[in-house]
């Protein structure tokens, strides 16, 4: 553990500590809990009732230390939004008074009115009832004295009703197939993940400004304007130098999502006049979603205190680049070995390989559905010009593996240059 310097702590002392991630699991549960819900988190096997109960009274306890009274059923339902209902911790006692409690039930399962979420036309009126189920595999957060729980939502028959479960599903499909094949190259890995680092783009307006402008609170987008004196066009803004305001946020922002243990690594100027970046080191494919729709909420919270107003939409402003979301995408074992990851010699890596031309065959096989994915009405003003990602869908391998795979496809031995050099003429760079 860092120590604290002239009575400020350092990142690795309070990074995490409004989490209930692994590190406090292991130190407040019974060792045959923790490896009971470790065997949930790897297995997906279902916890035991009286499990449950134990998980979920550690959990109150830890939360009531930290200053939380209310716990909440955080799920995405089909709005793009994420939802919540607040349930406070009291339990009336026969005196009059109250004591807190959190009941295994109520961890593993709550029941919010679903007839009012959308849902594609899935459900008969008589069974708008929806449920949210406990996610054990993305860790519970403390925030405005609430701890909050993910959850996926579904139907009372059972139809998904939000995003998170058509990842989960996705996730195990994926898992079952890639150490399906894993088998054949003689790997024992029993699970695979998928794991992503979604970008953040942002862009940052002072509030007296945008209160001035009705379009942008009601619609997050301009919507008529006189073009800026000066907008992109000379290029200086991209990763040029970060403003004071901007960067008093920014360090503001940092430790608010270091604090939700969410790994922050990465902040620059964007191309666009008031535009920005946050990018974070990669984690679990539902986990880094999860954080992803935390980070949004954070950051809109965070400006407020600067004065500013952020704006998430994808194209705020006509004119100037709009805002993406870019997704550093790979699968690992669960031992941490990246399968997406050539190694020294990638002609020799014929597991590698096997993984590859099985993605790219997936990518060409299902670009529509890709692309539909990402045709929202708000990205819909931002696709079709120099942004990503464009419509024609395209793989860049690098020209080493795309000689290996024209070899492999021709039939011809591969010659590739692994230890090919870059010369840039200065002798003193690398």
């Given at each position: 553990?860092?120590?604290s310097?002239?009575?400020?702590?350092?990142v690795?002392?309070?990074?995490?500590?409004?989490?209930?991630?692994?590190e406090t699991?292991?130190?407040r549960?019974?060792?045959?809990?923790?490896?009971?819900?470790?065997?949930?988190?790897?297995?997906?096997?279902?916890l035991?009732?009286?499990?449950?109960?134990v998980?979920?009274?550690?959990?109150?306890?830890?939360?009531?230390?930290?200053?939380?009274?209310?716990y909440?059923?955080?799920?995405?339902?089909m709005?793009?939004?994420?939802?919540?209902?607040?349930?406070?911790?009291?339990?009336?006692?026969?005196?009059?008074?109250?004591?807190?409690?959190?009941?295994g039930?109520?961890?593993i399962?709550?029941?919010?009115?679903?007839?009012?979420?959308?849902?594609?036309?899935?459900?008969?009126?008589?069974?708008?009832?929806?449920?949210?189920?406990?996610?054990?595999?993305?860790?519970?957060?403390?925030?405005?004295?609430?701890?909050?729980?993910?959850?996926?939502?579904?139907?009372?028959?059972?139809?998904?009703?939000?995003?998170?479960?058509?990842?989960?599903?996705?996730?195990?499909?994926?898992?079952e197939?890639?150490?399906?094949?894993?088998?054949?190259?003689?790997?024992?890995?029993?699970?695979?993940?998928?794991?992503v680092?979604?970008?953040q783009?942002?862009?940052l307006?002072?509030?007296?400004?945008?209160?001035?402008r009705?379009?942008?609170?009601?619609?997050?987008?301009?919507?008529f304007?006189?073009?800026?004196?000066?907008?992109?066009?000379?290029?200086d803004?991209y990763?040029g130098?970060i403003?004071?305001?901007v960067?008093?946020?920014?360090?503001?922002?940092d430790?608010?999502?270091?604090?939700?243990?969410?790994?922050s690594?990465?902040?620059?100027?964007?191309?666009?006049?008031?535009?920005?970046e946050m990018a974070p080191i990669?984690?679990?494919?539902?986990?880094?979603?999860?954080?992803?729709?935390?980070?949004?909420?954070?950051?809109?919270?965070v400006?407020?205190?600067?004065?500013?107003?952020?704006?998430?939409?994808?194209?705020?402003?006509a004119?100037?680049?709009?805002?993406?979301?870019?997704?550093?995408?790979s699968?690992s074992t669960?031992?941490?070995?990246?399968l997406?990851?050539?190694?020294?010699?990638?002609?020799d890596?014929?597991?590698?390989l096997?993984?590859?031309?099985a993605?790219?065959?997936?990518v060409?096989?299902?670009?529509?559905l890709?692309?539909?994915?990402?045709?929202?009405?708000?990205?819909?003003?931002?696709?079709?010009?120099?942004?990503?990602?464009?419509?024609?869908?395209?793989?860049?391998?690098?020209?080493?593996?795309?000689?290996?795979?024209?070899?492999?496809?021709?039939?011809e031995?591969?010659?590739?240059?692994?230890?090919?050099?870059?010369?840039?003429?200065?002798?003193?760079?690398?």
């Open positions: 553990m860092s120590e310097v002239n009575g400020v702590k350092s690795p002392e309070y990074f995490g500590c409004n989490v209930f991630n692994e699991m292991k130190a549960l019974p060792k045959n809990v923790y490896k009971a819900l470790l065997k949930t988190k790897t297995l997906r096997t279902a035991a009732p009286d499990v449950a109960d998980i979920a009274t550690t959990m109150k306890d830890w939360a009531v230390e930290k200053g939380a009274t209310h909440s059923h955080w799920f995405h339902p709005t793009g939004l994420s939802a919540e209902k607040h349930d406070s911790f009291i339990s009336p006692t026969d005196d009059g008074n109250v004591i807190m409690e959190f009941s039930k109520e961890l399962k709550g029941e919010p009115d679903a007839s009012s979420f959308p849902s594609g036309g899935l459900r008969a009126t008589f069974e708008a009832r929806g449920y949210t189920a406990w996610d054990p595999t993305s860790p519970a957060f403390i925030k405005d004295k609430t701890l909050y729980i993910p959850t996926a939502f579904c139907s009372y028959t059972g139809e998904t009703l939000d995003k998170k479960t058509p990842l989960l599903r996705s996730m195990e499909v994926i898992s197939q890639f150490v399906r094949i894993l088998r054949l190259f003689g790997s024992d890995a029993t699970r695979v993940t998928t794991t680092g979604p970008e783009e942002y862009f307006i002072d509030k007296e400004l945008y209160d001035q009705k379009d942008l609170i009601y619609t997050g987008r301009t919507l304007g006189a073009k800026a004196p000066k907008g992109q066009e000379l290029e803004h990763y130098n403003k004071s305001r960067h008093d946020y920014m360090t503001d922002l430790e608010e999502l270091w604090k939700l243990g969410i790994y690594k990465t902040e620059h100027n964007e191309v666009a006049p008031a535009q920005h990669f984690t679990t494919s539902n986990v880094a979603a999860d954080q992803n729709a935390l980070t949004m909420e954070i950051m809109k919270k400006a407020l205190k600067h004065g500013l107003v952020c704006l998430l939409h994808e194209k705020p402003f004119g100037v680049n709009g805002s993406g979301k870019h997704n550093n995408w699968v669960t031992d941490g070995h990246n997406l990851d050539p190694g020294k010699n990638p002609k890596n014929i597991q590698f096997t993984f590859l031309t993605i790219i065959k997936a060409d096989e299902n670009a529509d890709l692309r539909l994915s990402v045709a929202s009405a708000g990205n819909d003003h931002r696709l079709g010009a120099n942004e990503a990602p464009p419509a024609i869908m395209s793989i860049y391998v690098g020209s080493e593996l795309q000689q290996i795979l024209d070899a492999l496809e021709s039939g031995m591969i010659k590739t240059d692994a230890n090919e050099e870059f010369v840039i003429g200065v002798e003193a760079l690398p």
